[in-house]
């Protein structure tokens, strides 16, 4: 059964730092699946926050995060990450991880539609 869980949201003041953990079974990331975290705030869209390729060779970040939030890989644990530093208020979300084999054009990576597996999320809320 393949399957993504997510781990490490909580309440954190502005400017502190988060690592939210996205743990996959039944299936191998590398070499095999792209992995993007989305988020999405009450009464917004779902937004495409950063990617990573099956290789882990490429990254890719929302310009919303570009600079504050590192996205990253561990193979051994078939696990990936996503630090985040410097977080604002406008960063609250529930956060997704999710998984796709292949995209067509490495463009549309933020677009939700085409990815086959879905986390249930955790809550981050940014808060004084």
């Known amino acids: 059964q393949l399957q993504l869980v997510e781990s490490g949201g909580g309440l954190v003041q502005p400017g502190g730092s988060l690592r939210l953990s996205c743990a996959a079974s039944?299936?191998?990331?590398?070499?095999?699946?792209?992995i993007v975290w989305f988020r999405q705030a009450p009464g917004k869209e779902r937004e495409g926050v950063s990617y990573?390729?099956?290789?882990?060779?490429?990254?890719k970040y929302a310009d919303s995060v570009k600079g504050r939030f590192t996205i990253s890989r561990d193979d051994a644990k078939n696990t990936v990450y996503l630090q985040m530093n410097s977080l604002k208020p406008e960063d609250t979300a529930v956060y997704y991880c999710?998984?796709?084999?292949?995209?067509?054009?490495?463009?549309?990576?933020?677009?939700?539609?085409?990815?086959?597996?879905w986390g249930l999320g955790t809550q981050v809320t940014v808060s004084s």
């Open positions: 039944g299936f191998t990331l590398k070499y095999n699946y792209i």
């Open positions: 999710a998984a796709v084999r292949f995209i067509k054009d490495g463009s549309t990576w933020s677009a939700g539609g085409q990815y086959d597996y």
């Open positions: 990573i390729s099956s290789t882990g060779l490429t990254t």
